[in-house]
Each structure stands twice: as structure tokens, then as C-alpha cells.
């Protein structure tokens, strides 16, 4: 995998931005150059390309596949510069706006990453050059959103700034030896779910692999919220289309639900101390047949799992977690950006987005036929479901910047007692609306 799981939430939590933001400030009145436009013809040149995907991760493999099309076809040499997610996070404002910015570079999306980058001028709008290829014909709407943003860099607006290469989605994994060995079934409606909670309960068994000290928590409250949502509910969430009521139906069944999981022993009672690698060991090891979380588990439990497993949607949503992966941004004192923009469409290739496919990633534009492992292909038509319902409905955190660390801290009170679902959800509800202010 390229990063951990407490990586990748990493990349979900907006503080981290904090350092990008001081900086850029700084730096927004500057303006960059357009680079060259109206021919990828590369002869002599050099296309430079910032990403931080590990060496062994299906990213880093696809795009280092990509390298040699690209300069067969262009003439260009292609120079990788290794930087670490920590650089890239930290040091982009500064760089971007110097002649020391990179052609083309992969960085986070949501608002206060690619598109705080945006609304200062530091990427490049490349609106033109996805109609020109048409990547957007090969990104469905909800892959769209987080590519493209406002001029106040709230995505989901009118201009593109990136295109993602992958996707990704929070879904359960079920240990099928141990439902067998129970004499159960994979649930395919939430009335099933509980029954199967409750029967592994019944056999002493600790049934929902979970972590309240990082992300999963959060995710499995926001995943009970969506089962009494529709679309507009996430576009008032994620998009501040309208004021989210907290005491509505949506958030009051997520944490009230949460709490019910902890008093029935569907989770730990421990639950608020555990980080999300003890929770995904857990599964991994087989204390726990069940685990609520994201793709970016699925190579890693290909690998260690010793049993047989599944990934599925969550019974009973037509909505779930996830959203594109990280962006391909051209930063707009690149000198090459016609070049950065065939880079673009070759790994936005079906031979390119096959090998995404094959090493357990989730390609955004692949030809499924080309998929040729089994898990991995379960796991593309599992993401195509999704996307097919216009089902990915982003993370809890992403509204607000410092929400992800609230919502932590507010669920870990619900779940151990020391505060009921009324007060979590004013709690969340006001530091939600006070870090939401700004875009409304």
C-alpha cells in the first residue's frame, strides 16, 4: 500500500494544512507562468513529476508503466523527484510559486488541500485539456466533485483542477470461514446485519472490528448517518448547500445507534483507545469477523488474511464513504503543461488503469475485462456499484478544518459514557457550524 491507514486518514483531516496555508498567504498575490500550450511535441524536454506513492503500490507501478509510453511518444524524458507525503503537505505553497514547482504533481483533494491550492492561483485550471481528452466522460459525477472547485476552493464547483487516477470507498469486510464456522450468511439487509451482530454476541464474540482513537470510529458513525440519508443530506454536509440540522433524523440515529453498539457488545467496550491498525489486526488475526472501513485495506489483507473474506456495501445504504483518490494537479508555473497533460491521459489509459486494477488499487476508467485477478476484480465491481447509484459520499471530517480531531474526541465521549447522543451531536453540531462559517 502507499500509505497506512493512519496515513490515509492523514490525508482526510485538514489541520495538517495549517503550515500550506500560512505560507501560501504569502505568496497569492504572485502570479506563474502559463507554461507551453498547443503541442505535447517533447523533443528535448523534461517533464518533472512529484508523487509519493510507495514503489510497491498499484499507483507507483501504473505510473512508472506510464513513464516509458510517455517518452516513446512525445520525445520527452520524464524526471521523477522523490518526496515523501510530509514534503509535498508542507513545503507545496512555498514551491508552487518559484521556478523550482514541478510540470505535474499528485496532491490531496477536499477543500483545503487542492482546493486552497486553487483559489490562490498556485495549480492551473485545466478545464480546456478535460475536454480536450475527455477525462470527464471517464469520471462518473461523484469522482467529478473533488476535482473540480470554486473560486473560493469549495469542491464540487465549476472549474477542473485535477483528475484522479483512482478511486476509493469504505465498505465491511466480512471473515467468511468464521460466518461459516457460526452457521451464518453475509448479510445483505441491516436487519440481517444486527441479527448476525448478535448472534456472533450470543457465542461470546466481539463481532465489529473498531477504532475510536482514529478514523474508524468516525467513518462508522458518518456510515449510519448516510442510512437515513439521501443525496441532498451529503450536499448540505459536504457542499454547504444548506445548514445541516443536528438533531434531524440523519445525525441523531448515527449516534444514538453508536452508543446501542457499545451497550449490546457489538464493540469493545475498549473501543475509544484503540488506533485503526489494532482494529484492522484484529480482522486480519480473526478476533473480530467484521470490519467496517475503506479499499485501502484490501491489499493488505489479500496478503496477511489467513482466511477467506469478502468486501461488501453496507447492508442497507444506497450511500457510502469514499470519493476519488488524490489528484493529478499541473501546477500553474509549470513549464510544460501540454506535456503534463498527455502524462495525464496515458494513465488515464485502459492499459494503465489495468495495472492500477491488477495490483489492488481502484482504477477510475478501466476496462473491467482487463482485470485478471479475482479479488481485485471483486473489489472494481464493488467501487462500479457505488459509483453506479451515485453512491460516494466523502468523509465526516472534510467540511470543517480541524473537524476530524472533533469528531474523535466527541465520539470517543458517546462511546465511553461520558456523554449521551444529545450533547455529542450539539458539541458537534456547534464546532461544525463555527468551521463552516466561511464557505457559507
Same mark, same amino acid.
Given at each position: 500500500?502507499?500509505?497506512? @491507514? ?25 502570479? *506563474? ?46 524526471? &521523477? ?13 512555498? &514551491?508552487? %510559486? ?26 492551473? $485550471?485545466?478545464?480546456?485539456? /478535460?475536454?480536450?481528452? #475527455? ?5 462518473? @459525477? ?15 464547483? $465549476?472549474?477542473?483542477? *485535477? +483528475?484522479? =487516477?483512482? #478511486? ?25 446485519? &444486527?441479527?448476525?451482530? $448478535? ?7 466481539? @463481532? ?9 470510529? *468516525? ?5 449510519? !448517518? ?24 440523519? /445525525? ?17 467496550? %475498549?473501543?475509544?483507545? +484503540?488506533?485503526?491498525? %489494532? ?14 472501513? #475503506? ?9 496477511? !488474511? #489467513?482466511?477467506?473474506?469478502?468486501? !461488501? ?11 476519488? *483518490? ?9 513549464? =510544460? ?31 473491467? !475485462? ?71
Amino acid at each position: 500500500m502507499a500509505r497506512t @491507514p493512519a496515513q490515509r486518514r492523514a490525508t482526510r483531516t485538514f489541520a495538517a494544512i495549517g503550515s500550506i496555508a500560512v505560507a501560501a498567504l504569502t505568496l497569492a498575490g504572485c502570479s *506563474g507562468g502559463g507554461g507551453d500550450s498547443g503541442s505535447a511535441d517533447g523533443e528535448g524536454k523534461t517533464l518533472t513529476l512529484w508523487h509519493y506513492e510507495g514503489a510497491d503500490s498499484a499507483m507507483a507501478k501504473a505510473w512508472n508503466a506510464a513513464i516509458p509510453i510517455f517518452e516513446e511518444k512525445t520525445g520527452a524524458t520524464v524526471k &521523477v523527484e522523490e518526496k515523501s507525503f510530509e514534503q509535498i503537505q508542507k513545503t507545496a505553497s512555498q &514551491v508552487l %510559486d518559484t521556478d523550482a514547482a514541478p510540470d505535474l504533481m499528485e496532491f490531496n483533494k477536499g477543500n483545503a488541500t487542492a482546493g486552497f491550492l486553487a483559489s490562490t492561483g498556485l495549480i492551473a $485550471d485545466i478545464s480546456e485539456a /478535460v475536454t480536450q481528452y #475527455g477525462w470527464d466522460a471517464k469520471l462518473a @459525477p461523484s469522482l467529478q466533485t473533488t476535482a473540480k472547485y470554486s473560486s473560493d476552493g469549495v469542491m464540487g464547483g $465549476d472549474t477542473w483542477y *485535477g +483528475v484522479p =487516477n483512482y #478511486g476509493e470507498f469504505v465498505g465491511v469486510y466480512y471473515n467468511l470461514d468464521a460466518f461459516a464456522a457460526a452457521g451464518l450468511e453475509v448479510p445483505t439487509t441491516y436487519d440481517e446485519f &444486527v441479527k448476525v451482530l $448478535d448472534a456472533f454476541v450470543a457465542k461470546g464474540i466481539t @463481532p465489529l472490528a473498531e477504532a475510536g482513537a482514529e478514523y474508524p470510529l *468516525g467513518q462508522l458513525w458518518y456510515q449510519l !448517518a448516510l442510512t437515513k440519508a439521501d443525496r441532498s443530506w451529503v450536499d448540505d454536509y459536504q457542499l454547504y448547500k444548506n445548514p445541516v440540522d443536528w438533531n434531524g433524523p440523519e /445525525v441523531d440515529y448515527a449516534s444514538q445507534t453508536l452508543s446501542d453498539y457499545v451497550a449490546k457488545g457489538y464493540i469493545a467496550k %475498549d473501543v475509544s483507545s +484503540v488506533k485503526a491498525e %489494532d482494529a484492522g489486526v484484529s480482522f486480519i488475526n480473526g478476533s473480530s469477523p467484521i470490519f467496517v472501513s #475503506g479499499s485501502w485495506w484490501y491489499g493488505r489483507f489479500a496478503e496477511e !488474511a #489467513g482466511f477467506d473474506w469478502s468486501l !461488501a456495501v453496507f447492508p442497507g445504504s444506497k450511500l457510502s464513504l469514499g470519493s476519488s *483518490g488524490n489528484l493529478w494537479v499541473v501546477p500553474e508555473r509549470s513549464k =510544460n503543461h501540454d506535456l503534463a497533460y498527455e502524462f495525464i491521459d496515458i494513465t488515464m489509459s485502459p492499459e494503465i488503469q489495468a495495472i492500477i486494477g491488477n495490483n489492488g488499487g481502484v482504477p477510475v476508467a478501466a476496462d473491467t !475485462a482487463d482485470i485478471t485477478d479475482a479479488k481485485s476484480k471483486e473489489l472494481i465491481d464493488t467501487f462500479n456499484g457505488v459509483l453506479a447509484d451515485d453512491g460516494l459520499s466523502f468523509y465526516p471530517d472534510w467540511p470543517a478544518p480541524g473537524f476530524y480531531d472533533v469528531l474523535v474526541q466527541e465520539l470517543q465521549g458517546l462511546v465511553t459514557g461520558t456523554q449521551d447522543a444529545a450533547t455529542t451531536n450539539a458539541n458537534l453540531g456547534a464546532k461544525y457550524d463555527d468551521g463552516t462559517a466561511d464557505f457559507r
